[in-house]
């Protein structure tokens, strides 16, 4: 109990010595007032994002032996849920919607789960080759930051995820529409004003 809450301390010590040490680098490295990028998400938000979607497929696979043998994939970004995959009944899909509601933190879900027979693995397969034409397409897009786009893709479709203007959504769609083999692109992006 003593050497953890030694531990502790030292820690905390560590933690405010390279905070202060940030503050003058930033200082010294920055000429006038440190700027914002709100199009990029904070480590905070980042760690908090994997949480969070830990959590959610956790209690989903959880719930029922149902669910357990579904096909369900979470993914979040800036706390906001999207659910893809494959469930047996509409009950299924209801039943995700509520669990992964329930997590600290979360936002809004967007349940985008197939009444269907789980994929096979050549429908997976073909859906991560098409996960790497879509991002390989993106990073060379103009006017598009590839680092601030989350795509996923489950059967044929790509969910677009991620912090963008108006503009910069167009954009990614229109890059995303030159790779063949699409069946439907879904923006689950999250608006932030141009200035």
Do not use: W
């Not at 503050?23 to 199009?39: C, I, L, P, R």
């Not at 897009?141 to 995820?161: F, H, P, Q, T, W």
């Not at 503009?167 to 699409?182: D, M, N, P, W, Y």
């Amino acid at each position: 109990m003593n050497i953890f809450h030694h531990s502790t301390k030292a820690l905390l010590i560590c933690s405010l010595l390279l905070l202060a040490n940030c503050t003058t680098y930033m200082a010294a490295t920055n000429d006038g007032a440190v700027s914002e990028d709100y199009g990029q998400r904070t480590m905070g938000t980042i760690v908090e994002d994997n949480t969070i979607e830990s959590k959610a497929q956790i209690n989903i696979n959880r719930h029922s032996p149902t669910l357990n043998n579904a096909n369900i994939n979470v993914f979040s970004f800036n706390r906001i849920i999207l659910i893809t995959g494959q469930v047996p009944d509409l009950k299924s899909k209801q039943n995700a919607s509520i669990i992964a509601e329930k997590v600290r933190h979360v936002r809004s879900v967007h349940n985008e789960l197939e009444i269907m027979p789980s994929n096979s693995f050549f429908s997976s397969s073909k859906d991560s080759f098409l996960k790497t034409k879509v991002a390989s397409n993106l990073i060379g897009a103009k006017g598009v930051d590839s680092s601030r786009i989350e795509v996923i893709v489950e059967n044929g479709k790509v969910y677009l995820m991620g912090l963008v203007t108006q503009e910069e959504a167009s954009r990614t769609v229109e890059s995303v529409k030159e790779v063949s083999g699409i069946k439907a692109i879904i923006k689950v992006f999250e608006y932030i004003s141009n200035g």
